[in-house]
């Protein structure tokens, strides 16, 4: 019987996502690295994991997408086997804007990417997880944001808004299947350097916001997937419902 455990990382071909797909692998993990559109990354990453003695596998998918999420879950039910870790990680970002200048196609375009997507995988993942299923349990950890808590004024208010349904969403869904061996946490992180700043339109943005982080510096994804792994893993067995923030002080 393959006992080893199954994680899958949405958006995890780049930025924290990706370090988070090494650190599983890296863990003993067998891994899906789910993308968009960046099938190079997804692959460069998935080989170099592989060389390493890993186990991973790529999978496309538009996890705002219903019919490929499923496709999605269905594929690491067939090729990976039982899954133990959920992590959503994929989101969007787009360009700084005041609130008075968004369309409404910006603003569902940023929360079915970064909510719809989150709510549907929770969703194939507890159907598999759960006890009352007939599932063995498992863990999912959320990727949410410090702008759930400060609203990001004058840059992108739709993009906090939707980290802050995220909160809700670990929120209510911890409690709601916690006697069901699903665990349910989140990460918050800050300003972390990866290629979404450049989504937003100013890709140094932490060059010129560091300085009022209290420790003076931007975070690696690699000190955001320690967190995700600990969360995910027996060491937080106790943990559910809540928010774990990597802000440096922020
Ligand atoms: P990133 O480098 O821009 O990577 C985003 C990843 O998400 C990419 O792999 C992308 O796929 C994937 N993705 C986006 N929409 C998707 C969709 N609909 N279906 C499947 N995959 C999708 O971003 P990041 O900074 O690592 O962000 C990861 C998470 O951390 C996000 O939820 C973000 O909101 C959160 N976060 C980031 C920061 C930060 O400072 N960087 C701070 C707080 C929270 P492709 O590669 O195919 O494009």
Sequence with gaps: MNTQKVAIIT?????????????????GYAVC??????????NQLAEAITMEGGKCICVQADVSCEDDVNRLFATVDRELGTLSVLVNNAGILKKQSRLVDMTADRINTILTNNVTSYFLCCREAVKRMSTLHGGQGGVIVNVSSVASRSGSPNEYIDYAASKGAIDTLTKGLSVEVAAEGIRVNCVRPGLIYTDMHADGGEPDRIERLKGVIPMQRGGQPEEVAEAIYWLASEKSSFSTGNYLDLSGGL
């Design 33 to 42: 690295i789910n993308y968009k559109s960046n099938a190079e990354a997804a």
């Design 11 to 27: 958006g995890g071909g780049r930025g924290i996502g990706a370090a988070t797909a090494k650190l599983f692998a890296k863990k």
